[in-house]
Structure formats: structure tokens, C-alpha cells
């Protein structure tokens, strides 16, 4: 290994670790909220190959029509993944919530990744309040995204959206470096 290389995986292993840690938090989550998301409806999407769950690739996430207009609905990403021994089917690997826009919006659908900006704790969205709050520092944020109250360095990250065939809804989910005031792609 090259100097280069070996300071380059030094580098990266902070960020790594981060990353594990974020995942970890997300996959709990995500498993453990889907008791307490009464109201909140949760699709455990059909699709997702590896690629995609890794941010490569557009994800169908459902239709607009599923969606109303400034109700957060989140849908899980799953993954089958495999180790060396072992191969799991729908492996939960994060979530988005998509917030269907008012007819004269510039964008039909706004997606969020789940996952807190401060340390990749996950959000939850609060019906009574109309918002996005993470339970572990305190942090809220706008429906829109924004951060209103908290230590989150950034509000939520957004994900790029597309609308094929006039109604399918398709988001390129990644994940971004925590504690950041940069929103900064990981995967
Ligand atoms: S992880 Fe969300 S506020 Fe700290």
C-alpha cells in the first residue's frame, strides 16, 4: 500500500465509523418505528437492489396519487444483503419521507432521508405539531425541511425526486455526512 492509499483509509475511517454508527441508528429506528407510526402509513417498498440502496440508482417509491398534499408519508428502503456466510432477504437500510406539494408548487414532491443531520438519529414526524423532530438532542424542523429549533448543523437533507409516466414517484436515496453544516453525499 502506497503512503497515499494508507493515509487516504486513515482518512476514512472516522467518516466510516460515522457511517456505521448512522446505519446502525437507522435500522434500529426504522425496525422500532413502525409500532409507534400510527397514522404515519409505512410501505416497505418491493423493490431495491443493492446499488440502489447504496444511492446509484432511482427507486420507485410509490404514485402520487398514494401521496396528500402536506402529509409526510414514509416508506422504508429495503435491501437484500449477504455476508460471507449468510444471504438476508429486505434488509431495512434506511427510509424517506415524501411531502406531495400544493398544485402551484415548483416541485410535485419533496423527499427527505429520514435520518437527523446532527448525528444520524431518525426523525419523526409530529402530526400535532406539523413537524419533523428528532428525540435525541431536541432538534425540530419545518415540514418544508428547514431547522427551526435545535443543534442540528443543517436542516433535513433532501433527495432528488422524479416524476416518470406523469404519476410515479422515483427518489435517488443517499446518505450525507453527519454533523456537517455541508450537506455532503456518503453514498
Ligand atoms: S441526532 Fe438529531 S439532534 Fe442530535
Known amino acids: 500500500m502506497t503512503n497515499e492509499n494508507k493515509n487516504h483509509s486513515k482518512d476514512e475511517q472516522p467518516d466510516r465509523r460515522q457511517f456505521i454508527k448512522g446505519a446502525s441508528c437507522v435500522i434500529g ?3 422500532g418505528a413502525v409500532p409507534m407510526a400510527a397514522g404515519v402509513r409505512v410501505v ?3 423493490l431495491v437492489d443493492k446499488e440502489a440502496a447504496e444511492g446509484g440508482a432511482m427507486i420507485r417509491l410509490g404514485d402520487l396519487g398514494d401521496l396528500e398534499t402536506g402529509v409526510p408519508m414514509k416508506f422504508a428502503i429495503v435491501a437484500d444483503n449477504s455476508d460471507k456466510w449468510t444471504r438476508y ?3 431495512p437500510v434506511g427510509a ?3 411531502v406531495k406539494q400544493k398544485e402551484d408548487a415548483k416541485e410535485p414532491v419533496v423527499a427527505f432521508n429520514t435520518v437527523c443531520p446532527h448525528l444520524g438519529c431518525f426523525v419523526d414526524y409530529r402530526k400535532e405539531k406539523q413537524d419533523f423532530f428528532c428525540p435525541c438532542h ?3 424542523f419545518a415540514l418544508n425541511g428547514k431547522l427551526k429549533n435545535g443543534v442540528s448543523p443543517r436542516g433535513m437533507d433532501t433527495l432528488t425526486v422524479e416524476l416518470r409516466n406523469t404519476t410515479e414517484v422515483w427518489v435517488k436515496f443517499q446518505r450525507f455526512k453527519a454533523n456537517s453544516k455541508n450537506k455532503i453525499a456518503i453514498s
Open 138 to 140: 431536541d432538534s425540530n
Open 96 to 98: 424517506v419521507y415524501l
Open 44 to 46: 416497505l417498498s418491493p
Open 29 to 31: 429506528a426504522a425496525i
Open 89 to 91: 432477504k429486505d434488509v
